[in-house]
């Protein structure tokens, strides 16, 4: 595949979603220039609507010269393996697939698809906890080691976006006494620079959240 | 990562298990010997204990040369990538990605977690439509075109167990008037020497269904 500066790259995303920013932070960490366009989630844009997968009808959708990507995670691995500068994977391919579980692990089992719930709280509280645990295993500041990674990548939600979304919905998880390695983590990520420039306003991200989740 | 003829290849699993399945058609595929060790889900060996991961203590487990390995489809691409021969995927990044996020679609959305209930019956009614179209504009015989690929790979449970889970269930969701592109491809799956011979009993997994879903 040639790539030259000729390259388009479109991003079709909503500022505040977490999925969003995984690519403009994978696109930032690569260097990789890209024309962000912005979205009403409520009344797509034609040109996104004829971009869109037939099965999965959200952003972010990556437009390489065309091409439509779907899928936050599948289109970190598409920018991993277009643009080989700062890979997001270890070379070796045990250490790959170990790093391939956890930001899986993150997405589906982290996350939490369903807002606040007390369920959805209860198994994120209980999956964090063994994400705790994995970054003292390590001891090291990123999940991906010294650098950030897939998995760091992957997690960007609980460094920024879930302080937010306990602040509007008033559910607590994330405290300095039980998550001691992973508040140390969430400051460290917000504080790269490649990941400051692509977040979205704290205020902002807060107001939707109140909006969203507090209808009372 | 050096290879030869030390390897040593493990497989934890459960000989009905569509995931385990995956695992071992990928290690067939690739002409990969291993040792097969089968378990009992619900009394396992202190062995596979051992290799357990704290958030996943499900099989299969692949053990390389004492590391583990965990989730049938990152195993999947584990082997993917330290067994060359045979790729599991398109060489292209657009058309690799592509793959990925159908693979990922059938493994999140047509699998179904939850056995058989309306609801998942349903949502997978309405997936499987998505995938007998999408066969249709590849117009190839399988997903990944003339040979399988990683959604193949994926998709096996609908050619094997479905039925089977269907006959066990007596609720149709297969049939070759709705289904006829997903019906021959699910035969020429299952005709193929490398799936075939890592496939369970018919019988037996029959009978395993109708123990598990039908208590009445």
Redesign the interface.
């Known amino acids: ?1 040639a790539l030259n500066m000729a390259d388009e790259v479109k991003l079709f995303g909503f500022a505040f979603s977490p999925y969003v920013c995984r690519v403009k932070m994978a696109l930032n960490m690569k260097g990789v220039k890209f024309q962000n366009i912005e979205e009403d989630p409520t009344n797509k844009s034609s040109q996104l609507l004829n971009y869109m ?4 009808k959200k952003v972010p959708v990556l437009v ?1 010269n065309g ?1 439509p ?3 936050s995670l ?2 970190v ?2 920018i991993d ?2 643009w080989k500068q700062v890979p997001f994977f270890p070379q ?3 250490q ?3 790093a ?2 956890w930001a ?2 993150i997405d589906e ?1 982290v996350f939490g698809k369903n807002g606040g719930d007390q369920q959805v709280v209860a198994e994120a509280y209980e ?1 964090m906890q ?1 994400l705790e ?1 994995e970054l003292g295993v390590k001891g090291k500041k990123f999940f991906g080691g010294d650098n950030m990674n897939m998995v760091d990548i992957s997690a960007g939600f609980i460094a920024y976006w879930l302080p937010l979304l306990e602040e509007a919905t008033q559910i607590k998880i994330l405290t300095k006494d039980k998550f001691p390695k992973i508040m140390k983590w969430a400051d460290d990520f917000v504080s790269c620079q490649v990941v400051k420039e692509i977040l979205p306003s704290r205020r902002l991200v807060l107001a939707y959240y109140k909006k969203r989740f507090c209808k009372g």
């Open positions: 595949m997968n037939p099965v999965h390489h091409n990507i779907w899928e599948v289109i691995e598409y393996h277009v070796d391919p045990y790959k697939a170990v391939r579980f899986k692990f089992k999956n063994i645990k």
